[in-house]
Structure formats: structure tokens, C-alpha cells
């Protein structure tokens, strides 16, 4: 397996659900506002990496309630979840899903640990 470049960029973009349904219909097809996206901005052939989490903070105010959560603390999530991404994680099965869920509970839990005011 080829090894990933130690080092690289990583860009955190905050948008509305507008700007999230165009780059999720342009690139993947899905013609509806998401959470969260992630995309590679560099191949293999570059020395460093470079990734992008685009997160839709209009969505996590929308859902925040349905599930007993802040949108600060929603958005949190998302982020994470993008990261997680970032890092190789995959979330396209059911077993995947539930590794991926487990990872970000242990990732949230980490910064509860450090108080984080959300």
C-alpha cells in the first residue's frame, strides 16, 4: 500500500445549503442539499496533499433539534465526520457506516474531555 504524504493542506469551508447542493449535484450527482462533503485536491503523483471539508452550517441549524443537539454542536459533527473522510475512513456499507459512527463518537467524546463550549 502506498504511503500518504506526511504533510499537506486542509481547507474547512462553512457555506449554506445553496452552495452544498450545487457541488453535490455538479460532482456526485444528487441533486439536494447535504451535510457535508469532502474532496481530494491533489493526486497521487503530488508530494502533498491537499483536501477540502465543505460543510453546510444552514443544515446543521436545521437538524440540530431533531436529534437533542446544538447546530454548534451538529456542525461539530459534520466537521469531524469530513475529517474522519480526510483520514481514509469510508462510510458506504452498513458496517463501514457503523465504524464511521463509532470514530466520531470517540472523536466528540475526546473534545468533550477538553470542555469544549458548544
Sequence with gaps: MPRA???GVLSVVLCDNVLIR???KKYLRHDRPTDVLTFSLSDAADPQWVK???VSVERAVQVAGRYGQT???ELLLYIVHGLLHVAGAKDATPGARAVMR?????VL???DRRKLAL
Design 5 to 7: 504524504p506526511a504533510s
Design 22 to 24: 450545487k457541488l453535490n
Design 52 to 54: 477540502e471539508v465543505i
Design 71 to 73: 447546530w454548534r454542536r
Design 102 to 106: 463509532k470514530k466520531e463518537e470517540e
Design 109 to 111: 467524546a475526546a473534545l
